[in-house]
């Protein structure tokens, strides 16, 4: 069973910067189509960004455009979430998924994923 690992999250101020990372500690991602969700308690988890399996295509939330970057290191079996001018909006959960990535198109929808990660808490606030 694929487990997903998070890490990077933290307290950070508005307009700073922040880089999310998940693993898969003795799986290999290469074959994964991985998704960045945030879940607000009280609300719906919120697709973020996602990536191929190669990494040569993303997508994005309207409300992270331009601030969010996602990427993945096939050899360091990681990808990552780059997050900057981070406002308190920003302020959830963040958690990685993935789904196997043959014939499947590229998605923001949870239900989409089948491996979940535990979640990393991203709080922006001064």
């Known amino acids: 069973q694929l487990q997903l690992v998070e890490s990077g999250g933290g307290l950070v101020q508005p307009g700073g910067s922040l880089r999310l990372s998940c693993e898969a500690p003795?799986?290999?991602?290469?074959?994964?189509?991985i998704g960045w969700f945030r879940q607000v308690p009280g609300k719906e988890r919120e697709g973020v960004s996602c990536?191929?399996?190669?990494?040569?295509?993303?997508e994005y939330a309207e409300s992270v455009k331009g601030r969010f970057t996602i990427s993945r290191d096939n050899t360091k079996n990681t990808v990552y979430l780059q997050m900057n001018s981070l406002n308190p909006e920003d302020t959830a959960v963040y958690y990685c998924?993935?789904?196997?990535?043959?014939?499947?198109?590229?998605?923001?929808?949870?239900?989409?994923?089948?491996?979940w990660g535990q979640g990393t808490q991203v709080t922006v606030s001064s």
């Open positions: 998924a993935a789904v196997s990535a043959i014939l499947r198109p590229m998605s923001l929808m949870p239900a989409e994923y089948d491996f």
């Open positions: 003795g799986f290999t991602l290469d074959s994964y189509m």
């Open positions: 990536i191929s399996s190669s990494g040569g295509a993303t």
